[in-house]
């Protein structure tokens, strides 16, 4: 039996809760949880804000602990070694997108907390292609959180070419945004800050910021124009964006990673004119992913966390909706 918690009911409490997981397929690998990170996917599934949560629901895709078992024909991970498991569990290896490495993008893929029971237990199971072994370096018990928001900030780096010499500016310092300064600032970025708090500036900068603009300030913004690159857009929160259409340089992107709620409104002239672009994205593959752990752990970069015990778990998701997270949860047993 597999011991876990599960929530009955739409935003209802996660309270302990066993099932039998069933013989172990061929492919499938079985991982003693050690910490899981508490993201506000996790939340948003709780609450049933996307219309897809079945119930019960076991949270938790941000999962590090140790193989305990592996199906017959797993070949990539052994029996004791330390593995992390994000966002997705399963991708169908044969379609298009797989066969690109784009497995992210399958259109099947299987999502942990989905239609299947998640982390917020004592074991989680996943097919092996979407485990992915710790490099030495890595702190267990602070890199859960790169297995969803961490690879949410790397892909794009990655994805679009950003370059070290470019400049780049980043939306928002907090659960994504502190880990996107870090990489960048690593990568070799000329990094700039936007946040609504003044009061981040010091700890921006900390963080990897060289430059800090507070967004609540039109004429700080217009200042700016034509400065960036890239720029990386990580809150939930609808935004003038034209202005930050116009602080990209020719060729520049806007990149959404955070769900912005209502529709993106933007003149078109601005974007013919400077060959610009908008994109967003969600996590990345698996080869991504082993790519942005080795950057991390060559570079000694971790996200900010706050530990509960699992016993503390709905704690712990009050504390995430109350905005007070600084600046990612992590559960440990």
């Known amino acids: 039996m597999i011991h876990a918690y599960a929530a009955k ?8 809760f066993e099932y039998d997981p069933g013989a172990l ?3 499938e690998v079985e991982i003693n949880v050690e910490y899981c990170g508490v993201c506000h996917s996790d939340l948003s599934m709780l609450k049933n804000d996307w219309g897809i949560s079945q119930y019960p629901l076991i949270p938790g895709h941000e999962v590090v602990g140790t193989i305990a078992a592996v199906g017959n024909r797993v070949t990539t991970v052994k029996i004791g070694q330390r593995v992390g498991l994000g966002w997705f569990s399963h991708s169908c290896m044969h379609c298009e997108r797989c066969m690109s490495g784009d497995h992210n993008l399958c259109l099947t893929a299987e999502r942990t907390i989905v239609g299947r029971y998640g982390g917020f237990a004592d074991k989680v199971r996943a097919h092996e292609e979407w485990v992915t072994p ?6 267990p018990a602070k890199v859960g959180p790169l297995f969803c928001g961490g690879i949410t900030v790397f ?3 990655v994805q679009f070419d950003v370059k070290p010499t ?4 980043v939306i928002g310092i907090g659960g994504l945004g502190h880990i996107a300064l870090r990489f960048l600032q690593a990568w070799g970025c000329d990094v700039t800050a936007f946040s609504t708090n003044p009061d981040k500036e010091s700890e921006a900068r900390e963080l990897g910021a060289t430059h800090f603009v507070n967004s609540r300030d039109t ?6 124009a034509n400065s960036f690159d890239f720029i990386l857009s990580t809150v939930n929160a609808d935004l003038d964006w034209g202005i930050y259409i116009n602080a990209l340089r020719p060729k520049g992107r806007l990149h959404f990673v955070g769900v912005v709620p209502n529709a993106i409104q933007m003149g078109a002239f601005p974007i013919i004119l400077g060959q610009k672009s908008l994109s967003g994205s969600l996590i990345g593959s698996p080869t991504t ?11 000694g970069i971790e996200p900010v966390t706050e530990t509960f015990d699992f016993s503390q778990v709905n704690e712990a998701i009050a504390h995430l909706e109350a905005g007070k997270a600084r600046y990612r949860i992590v559960l440990k047993h």
């Not at 009911?9 to 302990?16: D, F, Q, S, V, Y």
């Not at 710790?134 to 702190?139: T, Y």
């Not at 082993?290 to 752990?297: R, V």
């Open 25 to 27: 397929k061929d492919e």
């Open 289 to 299: 992913t082993a790519k942005m752990l080795d950057f991390a752990a060559r570079h």
């Open 219 to 224: 004429k700080a913004i217009e200042d700016v």
């Open 9 to 16: 009911t739409a935003g209802g409490l996660l309270e302990p």
């Open 134 to 139: 710790l490099p030495e370096g890595i702190d």
């Open 155 to 157: 892909n794009p780096i």
């Open 166 to 169: 470019d400049k780049v500016g």
